[in-house]
């Protein structure tokens, strides 16, 4: 089963930055699609940003030219870069990767979560 470990959550003022990181690991595997959602508080989980196989990348309204989704395929990690943030982006964000695994169609995988707190 594959893993995922994300890092890089915290508390920043408005008009800051993070960088989100999550990490993949496992027995032989291959990432198509990674995305992450963002879960605010009495809000339900939506898609902020997804980067497909061939890479291109799709963004919420609410923060495109704000935030910009990579990843290092080397190192099977998909980063979300996060700038001017607003307290409206206060939410716990989520990894999300499809994958496959010799002998078993490809499924989805999540991460923990990590919290981003926008406040002054």
């Known amino acids: 089963q594959v893993q995922l470990v994300e890092s890089g959550g915290g508390l920043v003022q408005p008009g800051g930055s993070l960088r989100l990181s999550c990490a993949a690991s496992?027995?032989?595997?291959?990432?198509?699609?990674s995305a992450w959602y963002r879960q605010g508080p009495g809000n339900q989980r939506e898609l902020v940003a997804r980067?497909?196989?061939?890479?291109?990348?799709t963004y919420a309204d609410s923060v495109k030219g704000r935030f910009t989704i990579s990843r290092d395929n080397a190192k099977n990690t998909v980063f979300l870069q996060m700038n001017s943030l607003k307290p409206e982006d206060t939410a716990v964000y989520y990894c999300?990767?499809?994958?496959?695994?010799?002998?078993?169609?490809?499924?989805?995988?999540w991460g923990q979560g990590t919290q981003v707190t926008v406040s002054s």
């Open positions: 496992g027995s032989r595997f291959s990432i198509y699609n």
């Open positions: 980067i497909f196989t061939n890479g291109p990348t």
């Open positions: 999300q990767m499809t994958v496959s695994q010799i002998s078993r169609p490809p499924y989805d995988v």
